[in-house]
T-cell receptor
Framework: EPEVTQTPSHQVTQMGQEVILHCVPISNHLYFYWYRQILGQKVEFLVSFYNNEISEKSEIFDDQFSVERPDGSNFTLKIRSTKLEDSAMYFC?????????????FGDGTRLSIL | AQSVTQLDSHVSVSEGTPVLLRCNYSSSYSPSLFWYVQHPNKGLQLLLKYTSAATLVKGINGFEAEFKKSETSFHLTKPSAHMSDAAEYFCVVSDHLDSNYQLIWGAGTKLIIKP
């Protein structure tokens, strides 16, 4: 069964540094998402992406965050100047189309630790 | 505004006994509802979904959930727990508007299986 793959599984970065998290969505999916889960807290929506542009973003997704689909397969999340509070598990997801009854398929996540 | 409440942060059952994980939601529209499972150090896997068809939904690994509109509930059940069911379970709701589609997550319920 096709999977969403995320790399790296764990990223350790100094505060203030830039970090890029990588995702390869399922190949025939058109909609892509990033979520984060701070330790012990709920999963939170960050951003959705379709047709090479952001379709929706949450309040968390401020100017420090950006997303990109640099080629036909990768979908990246960049944090320009990391803060301690960015430490979390980041999940990428994809779906074939957007509709409320379409489940999103998730990767295994990247654990981001900011020192 | 939509919300999801998972009534128990932890549920502990003995292997071979029934499992009940409770979820209540609020939604302005006819919701789609999902249960996802997260095993330790793994991603989020879809267990089952309700999308306004049959109110009793069967999922993977012997789990099922019943949508009860009058009680605004979507509880997850399994007749007989297995050690491999130990994981965190998330109840998720989405709205029915195609243009503004976002998953709203419950806080999660950690299922502990006693031998």
């Amino acid at each position: 069964e096709p999977e969403v793959t995320q790399t790296p599984s764990h990223q350790v970065t100094q505060m203030g540094q830039e970090v890029i998290l990588h995702c390869v969505p399922i190949s025939n999916h058109l909609y892509f998402y990033w979520y984060r889960q701070i330790l012990g807290q709920k999963v939170e929506f960050l951003v959705s992406f379709y047709n090479n542009e952001i379709s929706e973003k949450s309040e968390i997704f401020d100017d420090q965050f950006s997303v990109e689909r640099p080629d036909g397969s990768n979908f990246t999340l960049k944090i320009r100047s990391t803060k301690l509070e960015d430490s979390a598990m980041y999940f990428c997801a994809s779906s074939p189309r957007v509709h409320s009854n379409q489940p999103q398929h998730f990767g295994d996540g990247t654990r981001l630790s900011i020192l | 505004a939509q919300s999801v409440t998972q009534l128990d942060s932890h549920v502990s059952v003995s292997e071979g006994t029934p499992v009940l994980l409770r979820c209540n939601y609020s939604s302005s529209y006819s919701p789609s509802l999902f249960w996802y499972v997260q095993h330790p150090n793994k991603g989020l896997q879809l267990l089952l979904k309700y999308t306004s068809a049959a109110t009793l939904v069967k999922g993977i690994n012997g789990f099922e959930a019943e949508f009860k509109k009058s009680e605004t509930s979507f509880h997850l059940t399994k007749p007989s727990a297995h050690m491999s069911d130990a994981a965190e379970y998330f109840c998720v709701v989405s709205d029915h508007l195609d243009s503004n589609y976002q998953l709203i997550w419950g806080a999660g319920t950690k299922l502990i299986i006693k031998p």
